[in-house]
């Protein structure tokens, strides 16, 4: 596949030692982690390249590296790629190009779909991925990576989420077309779980709708306060997660600050 230029961000697939010696010390930069806590190696992403699956670099306009992203084919044969890590510098647009590139690389391949996890606590993760990229979450994920090695994630639980990118569908063509659309939030919809003085404040989850807030900055309160970093995770894994596991859906992640999910029990009619 040739290369994508956006936003004067070019992105193309890399295939040599250098440029994944290059992305690995871009990520290092990014993550600073300790050592053996590399979120993907260099002898990962050769093996990942020649094998056919996805690794590109994300090029500013003076030709510097500004990020990257490698990912592998996933089960059912045929259907799906996992984009395994994705880093950016801030600001560039190299996020949003790199997604675009590897939708591109996904439908000339006849996939229908791209997953990903991400930190669900991570607002402009999840307006990014929700609302930038119309992607949805399906599954949340407990300390899906166990005690992570990097400035980012130490101290915390790796709680995720799975999101789905299924490629055809409107929401995300509109959403490529920097037309993305707003999830509905209805009059009667409840704050499953709010904010009080940067803490979580449980609340009703069963209406139909119900409105699940996250911290702020969730990086920098890790640093400030471990102790309310620590309350977020664990009631974001109550609440959300507990709806998820229900069988409610997640429509949508609301002027920044709280996921929209929709409840289709009969609690959640009855309540109406």
């Not at 089960?75 to 799906?80: D, H, L, M, Q, R």
């Not at 609340?203 to 699940?212: E, N, P, Q, S």
């Not at 911290?215 to 998820?244: F, N, S």
């Amino acid at each position: 596949m040739r290369g994508v230029t956006a936003g004067g961000v070019t992105v193309r697939e890399l295939h040599s030692l250098g440029e994944f010696e290059e992305v690995a010390r871009l990520f290092d930069g990014i993550w600073r982690p300790v050592p053996g806590g590399e979120p993907v190696t260099v002898e990962l992403m050769r093996a990942l390249s020649h094998a056919g699956n996805y690794v590109a670099g994300a090029y500013g306009e003076d030709g510097r590296l500004i990020g990257a992203s490698a990912g592998f084919l996933a089960a059912p044969v045929g259907e799906a790629l996992h984009s395994h890590v994705t880093g950016a510098l801030a600001g560039r647009g190299a996020g949003l190009a790199l997604k675009i590139h590897q939708r591109e690389w996904a439908l000339a391949r006849g996939l229908e779909r791209i997953t990903w996890t991400y930190d669900p606590l991570v607002r402009r993760n999840a307006h990014f991925n929700l609302v930038k990229l119309g992607a949805l979450p399906e599954e949340y994920l407990p300390s899906f990576y166990g005690a992570m090695g990097d400035a980012i994630n130490a101290g915390d639980e790796s709680d995720r989420i799975l999101a789905v990118w299924r490629l055809a569908e409107p929401r995300v063509t509109a959403a490529v077309r920097g037309e993305p659309l707003p999830p509905g939030v209805p009059p009667d919809a409840v704050a499953g779980l709010g904010e009080r003085d940067g803490h979580p404040v449980p609340g009703r989850t069963d209406a139909r709708v119900v409105l699940v807030a996250v911290p702020d900055d969730i990086e920098t309160l890790r640093r400030r306060d471990p102790g309310a970093a620590k309350a977020w995770r664990h009631a974001v894994r109550d609440v959300l997660g507990g709806l998820m596991n229900e069988g409610a859906q997640v429509t949508g992640f609301h002027q920044k600050s709280c996921y929209v999910v929709e409840r289709h029990d009969r609690a959640a009619s009855e309540n109406r």
